[in-house]
């Protein structure tokens, strides 16, 4: 396994994504010829949103989309693919079962364990990918092998020191990700992670970007996010290995 120091994992997973998957959607063109809908508006209406408009003190005019679980975007935000609304599970699903796979366990043939240096935790890779950091701890991501016109599978880790990525201990997990603009996707369930129970989420992008499923739990007051961007085949055998490792 050979370890590279990108500038950011954000940077990691963007380059990786596009190699594989093409160019990431920017929303449907449509005319803006004099006379017809305002296309931003349009496309909010599409994604199941209602549109506000507002008018600030000098009598300026801002469209917004607002989501029937309270959240909004500015609407040529969301038109960009600049803003996404925070879609809330409607209803609470049971953690999955915990891992089978024993962590004092050697790892499966064709697995390694990678060990972050810093903050303990560790899990299993497959072999011949690179795991790449940042200088200040705050994301990892593993890289795997050529497979088709792109790297996979790939992974990500991201638990930067910021406010946002530190809850109050009594904070309710989903409730504090919401609000602070850090739960992209839709819920789809919960599943354990090295003892938590982590939630799952799931992002659809459409046939020219990845989708990917995405893990949010805290440990010892830190919110750890884990990716799994499906940039080649969506093969849960693999990936299962993966999240039941991790550990700290």
Do not use: K
């Not at 810093?118 to 593993?142: A, C, K, M, Q």
């Not at 996707?185 to 599943?191: I, K, S, Y």
């Not at 799994?228 to 849960?236: G, K, L, N, P």
């Amino acid at each position: 396994m050979r370890l590279v120091t990108p500038p950011s994992l954000a940077l990691v997973l963007v380059a990786g994504a596009m190699a594989a998957c093409g160019p990431a959607q920017e929303g449907p063109t449509i005319p803006t010829q004099a006379g017809l809908p305002n296309p931003a508006s349009v496309y909010c209406e599409g994604q199941g949103g209602r549109v506000d408009v507002r008018q600030d003190a000098s009598g300026a005019q801002t469209g917004y989309c607002v989501f029937a679980d309270g959240s909004e975007c500015e609407e040529w935000a969301l038109f960009r693919n600049e803003c996404q609304p925070a879609r809330v599970a409607t209803q609470a699903a049971a953690p999955t079962s915990a891992p089978a796979i024993d962590p004092a366990s050697p790892p499966p043939a064709g697995w390694e364990v990678y060990t972050h240096p810093n903050l303990g935790y560790s899990f299993y890779v497959p072999v011949g990918g690179e795991i790449e950091t940042d200088e200040i701890d705050r994301s990892i991501s593993y890289v795997g092998p050529l497979a088709g016109d792109g790297h996979w599978p790939l992974f990500g880790i991201a638990h930067p020191n910021l406010d946002d990525y530190h809850p109050p201990q009594d904070a309710d997990l989903q409730t504090w990700l919401v609000e602070h603009n850090r739960l992209p996707g839709r819920v789809v369930g919960t599943r354990f992670i090295a003892g938590e129970a982590a939630i799952h989420t799931r992002n659809d992008n459409g046939p020219q970007a990845c989708d990917d499923d995405r893990y949010y739990f805290v440990h010892a007051g830190q919110v750890y996010e884990i990716t799994v961007m499906h940039t080649a085949e969506e093969d849960w055998s693999v990936y299962d290995v993966f999240l039941d490792s991790f550990r700290f």
